[in-house]
Antibody, heavy 117, light 109 residues
Framework: QVQLVESGGGVVQPGRSLRLSCAAS????????MHWVRQAPGKGLEWVAVIWYDGSNKYYADSVKGRFTISRDNSKNTLYLQMNSLRAEDTAVYYC??????????WGQGTLVTVSS | DIQMTQSPSTLSASVGDRVTITCRASQSISSWLAWYQQKPGKAPKLLIY???SLESGVPSRFSGSGSGTEFTLTISSLQPDDFATYYC???????????FGPGTKVDIK
């Protein structure tokens, strides 16, 4: 059973940094691409970033490029999202998601990030 | 970037109704399309992948069809548990990026 548990969310001031983690279990973590997706309050889903199964490739949404960094530690079965220079518009629930075996995503439960002074 | 649209944005229906949601892509995505159901305060749940393949454990009243730029999600007989928001997602390419449709809220008539 795929299990993804996000942590690290909270309230942070504009311009500051935060690192999210996603602990994976129930599958061979090192065999799957992983994503971060976010959802602002009352809004739709916005893809944020992807990292290849071995960390060799990473892609980002234009809205976070240059500020956010996705990474992974396959020895710890953990995905990360380093978020710098945070803005009010980054306020959202952040989900980690695994590439489905045949397409689509399997999702964690999400962690809320609030950027506010 | 590939843009996704969905129609309608809101749909009012009754238990037992047949419901169809349409998703359109701004360019061809072959069959690289997924459908999700999301309830308030919960993570999205994968229903359909590769346009028409039913995810394991998802009731057979859900079905998907289409290819290229036009896709549909059909619920053959709406059940009380199906009142939720539905999103389509294209995963044709990770660069420039994956995109979601704006969502269709299915509520009680």
């Amino acid at each position: 059973q795929v299990q993804l548990v996000e942590s690290g969310g909270g309230v942070v001031q504009p311009g500051r940094s935060l690192r999210l983690s996603c602990a994976a279990s129930g599958f061979t973590f090192s065999s799957y691409g992983m994503h971060w997706v976010r959802q602002a309050p009352g809004k739709g889903l916005e893809w944020v970033a992807v990292i290849w199964y071995d960390g060799s490739n990473k892609y980002y949404a234009d809205s976070v490029k240059g500020r956010f960094t996705i990474s992974r530690d396959n020895s710890k079965n953990t995905l990360y999202l380093q978020m710098n220079s945070l803005r009010a518009e980054d306020t959202a629930v952040y989900y980690c998601a695994r590439d489905g075996a045949f397409g689509g995503f399997n999702w964690g439960q999400g962690t809320l990030v609030t950027v506010s002074s | 970037d590939i843009q996704m649209t969905q129609s309608p944005s809101t749909l009012s229906a009754s238990v037992g109704d047949r419901v169809t949601i349409t998703c359109r892509a701004s360019q061809s995505i072959s069959s690289w399309l997924a459908w999700y159901q999301q309830k308030p305060g919960k993570a999205p749940k994968l229903l359909i992948y590769k346009a028409s393949s039913l995810e394991s454990g998802v009731p057979s009243r859900f079905s998907g069809s289409g290819s290229g730029t036009e896709f549909t999600l059909t619920i053959s007989s709406l059940q009380p548990d199906d009142f939720a928001t539905y999103y389509c997602q294209q995963y044709n390419s990770y660069s420039p990026g994956i995109t979601f449709g704006p969502g269709t809220k299915v509520d009680i008539k």
